[in-house]
């Protein structure tokens, strides 16, 4: 508990005291003397809301829930109803300790999920002596010593020692990584076994933890609809509820008056007054952002980085989803199954389409250079060109050597034999002549079959995959896993396009998602309804471009945040629909004179604390 919930609940017990010896007094024949006495535990568990609510009349913000609660509990205690008056105050400042402890609790909940917050640095200098420093403070390019058991704070290359990572708390999942010498590690990894040290090669806010953190903390300020929708609501309903309790505290006596009834003053405003305190909106104010907040912490948790409430209310909705082909479904871990030369050695060239290749970040340029197996020579490449869906154009040894598909071929006017083989192609071209190609192929993802089932579980009714790359591999992958439909070699701006004719087909309520890896996609990425980048991991691109950003590449991941989503909408409109519904009914027995303000005030707060409990659960995203 925090100071100010401590505070509160001592005035609270407080107040509480006092009102049960105020109760059993004997004040009957003292009315002066009784009214200050229950001016005490008023004004000791209620000072706040009071003067909550004048500041709010002094900046003409009038009509919040400290308004109501201010006029009811004052016009109740100028009405004689000095028990009520102290209780309705009491037991709303109850409501309020249980939603702030609540909402502590969350918090506290999801940041020692997301334990992924480094809180100091080891930074050694150029002696060799180690000092503790705050992360802030160090410099890119600085070298900083990661013990095990310690997080590593900044994004950086190790430069000694080897250990394994344990990355759980950033995807989610426990699958250690291992490192040494060269390898690139990230920030919000725990070292788990030797000493690493690392260079830096970002600054701490750059480094991906913090943007991470950023990126959760943030999430809240982008509304979904029914946030935005609370907002209006509130700024009408509450003025007119007012109004509608003025009109009740009024009209009828007036009535009375003119029919020559007695108008029961007395009567009519106290119902008006409990008329307020039903009306108090609080459950759904609180209980909302609540529930978004929970949600999108839970995600976090599991590696599912989902940018704002927005997009959780899209994803919800979602019915079709476009995939990219390489390193979405597939592993993008090709290997050369065959190599087809004419004019030079089959090494030769693999080794020329790996050097043309070697600036490329694509997932094919890795494979030629694994499987080149020779050591190249950057001083050997220039003039490099990477044209998007088709492949690469550079200057090896200062002969212009083209390696792609067949597209890039007629590119750069080169005639190409017919090849059978079944698997990806890259041709390869020097100096306008053909040399022949190199066969990959790809690996599909081992939980890529699992994760279509999963998603038609959730509730997806169409998938479809856009690929660059040639129409008979997209064939045999959208047959093996069971995707309704596939486009095949696609440049980056068909796949736009085709997602663009996906959303002309679909409504309000079917959104379409696109699962990418970001590499040349973050276009498409933004132009669905909701963009998923995955196997985000180290890649600020994907990081950036999409809205809801996987962690690790598990596209089994796609339907757990489908369905966390669903999830946390499901609750915010439960919460909706039950805490108007209690309102509604109240209201109408308030007006009828039925209930009085204790009802009032026990359904007021019950509400609260059932949807606040609700709320909670959406956290709990864990097995879903
Ligand atoms: P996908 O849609 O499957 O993610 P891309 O759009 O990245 O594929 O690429 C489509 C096709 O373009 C690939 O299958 C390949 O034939 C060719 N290509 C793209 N980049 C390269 C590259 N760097 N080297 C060779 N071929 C490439
Ligand atoms: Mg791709």
Redesign the pocket.
Known sequence: MTKKQKNLLIRVIAAGAMLLVLALLPLKDYPVVRFLLFLIPYFTVGYDILRKAGKGILNRQVFDECFLMAVATIGAMILGEYTEGVAVMWFYQIGELFQSYAVGKSRRNISELMDIRPDYANYEDEDGNVERVDPDEVEVGSVIVVNPGEKVPIDGVVIFGNSTLNTAALTGESAPQDVSVGDSVISGCVNMSGLLKIRTEKEFDESTASKILDLVENASSRKARSEQFITKFARVYTPAVCYGALALAVLPPVVRLIMGLAPMWGDWVYRALTFLVISCPCAIVVSIPLSFFGGIGGASAQGILIKGSNFMETLAQVKTVAF?????VTKGNFKVTDVHHAAMEREDLLEMAALA?LH?S?P??RSLREACGRELDQGRVTDVR???????IARVDGRETA???L??MREVGVDVPECHSPG???HTAVDGEYQGHVVISDEIKETAREAMRKLAAAGVTKTVM?????ES?ARAVAAELGIDEYRAE???GD?VTEVERLLKGSSEKARVAFV??G???APVLSRADVGIAMGALGSDAAIEAADVVLMDDDPVKIAKAIRIAKKCIRIVYENIYFAIGVKLLCLLLGALGIANMWLAIFADVGVMVLCVLNAVRCLAVKNL
């Open positions: 990219d082909k390489t390193g979405t290749e490329s694509h094919i340029s990477e044209i998007s869906g088709a492949g690469v390696a792609g598909n597209r890039l990806t192609i890259v856009l690929t660059g790359d040639k591999v696609l440049l980056p796949k990418g890896d590499i040349n996609d």
